[in-house]
């Protein structure tokens, strides 16, 4: 038995993964690791629920995703990608809304042939329903702040600040 | 931009405003098939350039850009490619806390990014505190020189690309092997 076929026996899904999942990126190592790395900061039982909870679903979709996309190229699989990454990275502070993402090919550089990613409005709901839950407190948990101090700014002559 | 380690363009991030005025930004990602056999290692760099350009794009809508928090685009700040010191170091955690905590060893490109970054503003790499960033003097020198035209990439061999594959299994490295042993 492969080491992936275990893994997605671990989050009980039934069939197997393809041949490209990224091997070891499985949800039961990293619930365990990550509700390890939080002792020491908040023994908050909700938290922790809440926490393992998400990693689950979000492992489930993702692996559900692998599965019925054969091709690493296909923009569907970026966007859940996408969305994953931002909540447990960026606290949920891109979406598609505000940060659109496109395949393109490389000979279509500078061109504007590109192939848009088109999200549906049910599953645009869905990533915003999944983007509104409080995940500060994976931020916190990180080494340090991944985003620099400079983002708390008051300036208003920029215009870049205008937006604040 | 993106480059990848082997020095290829694998995407960029563009900010502008809408026709609202809202300011947005535009990731691309190229189609890369230079694993054509192998899409495990395609979606490992894609998963690579992804995270990239969304700290790119993190970066670009959140951070203040005024003069006081990016004097004229140095190096500790954003830097002239975007690249500066705030990505860097941002990208640094990143990549240890995806390797570390969610056993997804993607690579960020973090030394060709500073290399480009240095060569763009044409400043030295003296200036730059690397371990701040986690980068070998080495390998960034390296890179370096490459983007001055003094040598080709030395990060170009097939070996430095299958740094992510499974070797027991990817019929790409038997491939690079060949590939090797012909050289």
Not at chain 1, 22 to 30: D, F, L
Not at chain 2, 32 to 56: C, I, Q, S, T, W
Request: glycine content about 6%.
């Amino acid at each position: 038995m492969s080491k992936c076929t275990v893994i997605h026996a671990q989050v009980g899904l039934r069939v197997s993964p393809p041949g490209w999942a990224p091997e070891g990126h499985s949800h039961g190592n990293a619930v365990s690791k990550l509700k390890k790395s939080r002792k020491d900061l908040k023994k908050n039982r909700e938290t922790n629920r809440l926490l393992s909870k998400w990693f689950s679903s979000g492992f489930n979709d993702l692996h559900k995703m692998l599965l019925r996309y054969r091709s690493p190229e296909n923009p569907l699989l970026f966007q859940h990608y996408f969305s994953y990454f931002s909540r447990i990275l960026f606290d949920g502070a891109l979406a598609l809304e505000n940060c659109k993402i496109r395949i393109a090919m490389r000979q279509e550089y500078d061109k504007e042939a590109w192939r848009s990613v088109a999200m549906s409005q049910g599953q645009l709901s869905a990533l915003i329903r999944l983007t509104q839950q409080p995940l500060v407190y994976i931020v916190q948990m990180l080494p340090t702040s991944f985003l620099p101090q400079t983002t708390i700014c008051n300036h208003s002559t920029s215009a870049f600040c205008d937006k604040k | 931009m993106t480059r990848s380690e082997s020095g290829d363009k694998s995407g960029y991030t563009e900010c502008k405003r809408d026709s609202e005025g809202i300011q947005k930004a535009y990731v691309t990602i190229f189609e890369d098939f230079k694993f054509a056999k192998n899409p495990r290692a395609r979606l490992r760099h894609y998963l690579g350039v992804l995270v990239h350009e969304m700290l790119h794009a993190v970066l670009c809508l959140y951070c203040c850009r005024c003069d006081n928090c990016n004097p004229e685009q140095s190096l500790d700040g954003d830097g002239e490619t975007g690249h500066g010191l705030l990505w860097l170091k941002a990208a640094k955690n990143i990549e240890f806390f995806l390797d570390s905590t969610l056993y997804l060893e993607l690579s960020l490109s973090r030394a060709m990014s500073l290399a480009y970054e240095l060569w763009e503003s044409k400043q030295e790499l003296k200036s730059v505190h690397l371990d701040q960033i986690g980068l070998l003097k080495d390998k960034v020198e390296d890179l370096l020189q490459y983007y001055q035209g003094h040598r080709r990439n030395p990060y170009s061999e097939y070996e430095s690309d299958c740094r992510y594959l499974d070797y027991d299994t990817d019929y790409e490295y038997e491939i690079g092997k060949k590939r090797k042993r012909l050289s």
